[in-house]
């Protein structure tokens, strides 16, 4: 984010937003079934949390997001791994990987569906599925650009691949493994809260949708505004982390992709 | 991230062997019945399901709907935000007022507005295309607004000299400037304008394949299903893969 000085200003606009929306159901006294002003929301708020199921839903959300990246992680990290020390089995698995990663991954909802029915595993499948791609790009391409004196020198230690792999190319490729990992918790929680929303019961996608349904606006977007909260605020955190973790190495890949 | 395919002989073919060896496990493992019917059929049945829904099948059609509600939302999409992304891209005031409301709507998972658009709107195709259009305007808008802002300090002199427009500026020097973040960004946002044309057509029964998978789902259509879910990775190969040849090409051209 480069050349942001604003400060408080970058508080005025959603401030007057809300004023303006607050002022105009007060002026023309709406009262409808699709929208809620900002003291509605803030309402919302206070019931979802007074009868538990704010706290309960985020933690089931959580809980996926935590999964199905853990997964994603574990088999991204573990085959961009394999792909980087074995130059030829990247080069047969490629155009496979290639064909694979774009599958959209709700896509893969009504499958996952099928196999697992109703539940956390259906929802860790698929999440896990999409945030494999980024560990596992981001691996591939930190151990390939590994400086190769140090391989060199793991060679003369007379490390086996295990072993080069934990003490020089892990760490030498922490901070974009750190960088994969903010993107791919942004990207569960993408994937958990759409499943949510197209097909899963439970979580906070699921607890938008029944707002919906029971035509209570101001507990759908106060909803809405904690999922936009907890995307920007596991953004930001892990940024702050990664930054603090790094901060003796210099530059860090923050690049915006994804 | 921006690989893609390089075309150097030898490793191609390996490649394909690669590829070729994916689709042998596949085949193996479905016969071998490890994995049931239901779940995993044989890459032969996929490949007949695809074909018989194609010629006899509603499948051109399905992808059809599907591929144009993601391009006219994408387009839609790219065009309103190169507009705000380079009018909030040239200002460092409004880039000051507006940056953490920005980030705010660009972490906001773009699937959390569609039951708002639902309570709004109803289940309608303008619904669907709405939503594409705002889950995907982001990724482009920001890109925008970074190529904007990252103009260097002496054009904008010459700029100055030269006694630019406003409109003037963005045309001749902003844009050009920006074209290499903007493409990056159009990238990231026909990924997203597919996933949500899908989670549309799932959710609003609009015509497409997203409403096609999932109905042979809920069947145990396996073999169509997995034809729909291929045909949907294609979709997506094929567009980003297209898209990241225009940005090497820009690219290139750059140099």
Aim: glycine fraction near 12%; charged fraction near 10%.
């Amino acid at each position: 984010m480069s050349g942001w000085r604003g400060g408080w200003r970058g508080l005025i606009v959603p401030a007057v937003l809300l004023l303006l929306g607050e002022a105009a159901f007060r002026v023309f006294g709406y009262v409808g079934d699709t929208l809620a002003p900002p003291s509605a929301i803030f309402r919302g708020f206070a019931e979802a949390i007074g009868d538990g199921t704010m706290v309960a839903t985020t933690l089931q959300t959580f809980a996926t997001v935590l999964g199905g990246t853990v997964l994603g992680a574990v088999f991204g990290v573990v085959v961009g791994c394999a792909l980087g020390f074995w130059n030829l089995l990247y080069r047969f698995a490629y155009i496979t990987i290639e064909c694979l990663r774009p599958i959209p991954s709700v896509a893969l909802l009504p499958l996952s569906l099928m196999i697992f029915g109703f539940g956390y595993k259906m929802e860790i499948a698929i999440v896990g599925f999409a945030t494999a791609w980024p560990f596992l790009i981001l691996t591939y391409s930190a151990i390939s650009q590994v400086e190769p004196r140090l391989l060199e020198v793991a060679k003369v230690f007379g490390f086996g691949p295990f072993q080069t792999a934990w003490k020089l190319v892990l760490p030498a490729a922490a901070p974009r493994l750190m960088t994969a990992l903010r993107l791919c918790i942004g990207i569960a929680l993408v994937v958990a809260v759409t499943t949510e929303i197209v097909s899963n019961p439970q979580g906070l996608g699921h607890e938008l949708m029944i707002a919906q349904e029971t035509l209570r606006p101001h507990r759908m977007l106060a909803y809405l505004v904690l999922v936009g909260v907890i995307g920007w605020g596991l953004n930001n955190l892990l940024l702050a982390l990664q930054s603090w973790m790094f901060r003796h190495r210099g530059e860090i890949d923050t690049e915006v992709a994804a | 991230m921006k690989r893609g395919f390089t075309f150097p002989g030898l490793a191609f073919l390996q490649g394909l062997v690669g590829l070729a060896v994916f689709v042998g496990v596949w085949h193996l493992i479905a016969v071998s019945g490890a994995v049931p019917r239901a779940f995993l059929p044989s890459p032969e049945a996929t490949w007949n399901a695809f074909v018989r829904g194609v010629t006899v099948g509603d499948m051109r059609e399905q992808l059809l709907g599907t591929v144009l509600r993601m391009i006219n939302g994408w387009l839609l999409a790219s065009l309103v935000g190169i507009a705000l992304g380079a009018a909030i891209g040239i200002s460092q005031t409004l880039r000051n007022y507006l940056r953490p409301t920005l980030a705010f709507a660009r972490a906001l998972p773009a699937s959390a507005v569609v039951p708002v658009a639902i309570a709004l709107v109803g289940l309608t195709p303008g619904m669907v295309l709405g939503v594409i259009v705002f889950g995907s305007i982001w990724p482009t808008l920001l890109a925008t607004v970074q190529g904007f802002a990252m103009v260097d300090p002496r054009l904008v002199e010459v700029s100055r000299a030269l006694h630019l427009s406003r409109f003037g500026f963005i045309w001749k020097i902003g844009l050009p400037n920006a074209v290499p973040d903007i493409i990056t960004g159009m990238r990231l946002s026909l990924t997203v304008a597919l996933i949500l044309a899908i989670v549309g057509e799932m959710l609003a029964g609009q015509e497409g394949l997203g409403k096609a998978i999932l109905l042979a789902a809920r069947m145990f259509r396996a073999p169509d299903l997995y034809a729909g879910i291929v045909l949907l990775g294609l979709v997506g190969l094929v567009s980003s893969y297209g898209l990241l040849l225009v940005e090497r090409r820009v690219a290139r051209w750059r140099r």
